[in-house]
């Protein structure tokens, strides 16, 4: 840039001094001839500049444009990969999701076929879904089946134990019993 300033102002120079040379009629001076001639190489010279300014900037804009496109393929590569890592991942997640609802599906399943055959449960996993309450509501009722049973249970030996010494007494007391023949 500072070649093209420092032709532009002796370019400048020289027409200065083709103005202000003294006229002639119709003709050009010796003097007027020279400065034009010198005029005409530094605009040619101006031009070969402005060439290999145009001829740079090409370059540049070539080399920007390559990493400009660069990098538009690896933005391009990158949200590939985010997509696929976040569909992937949202998979994986839903699929965790859904074994540890299964899992705890089944537990629960599982108890009630022991509820319904009378046995204790294991000790539900803590929950504060509807699933964990669920496994909360069964784990009380088996509780409470079994003190009911053990509640029965011992009402029917209070029976047996109160009614056996009547039945004893009923048995001797009472007429024999005849068998058939």
């Known amino acids: 840039m500072h070649r093209i300033i420092a032709i532009v102002e002796r370019d400048l120079d020289t027409l200065t001094t083709i103005r202000y040379s003294p006229p002639s009629k119709g003709t050009l001076t010796g003097g007027q001839r020279e ?4 005029s005409t190489t530094l605009l040619d010279a101006l031009r070969v500049e402005f060439s290999a300014l145009r001829d740079q900037e090409n370059r540049l804009l ?3 444009t390559t990493r400009l496109e660069r990098l538009h393929g690896q933005i391009s590569a ?12 949202g998979i994986l997640a839903a699929s965790l999701f859904t074994a540890g609802v299964t899992r ?7 108890d009630a076929a022991l509820l319904a055959q009378g046995l204790a449960l294991a000790p539900a996993a803590a929950g504060r879904d509807e699933i964990g309450r669920l496994g909360q509501a069964l784990e009380r009722s088996s509780v409470l089946l079994i003190q009911r049973e053990q509640e ?30």
């Open 35 to 38: 400065s034009l001639t010198t």
């Open 152 to 181: 029965m249970r011992g009402a029917k030996d209070e029976a047996e134990t109160a009614n056996h010494p009547r039945l004893r007494a009923a048995v001797r007391d009472g007429p024999p019993l005849r068998r058939a023949a």
């Open 78 to 89: 990158a949200i590939v990969l985010s997509v696929v890592l976040g569909l992937s991942c």
């Open 104 to 110: 705890r599906i089944t537990r629960l399943e599982e």
């Open 62 to 64: 070539a080399v920007r």
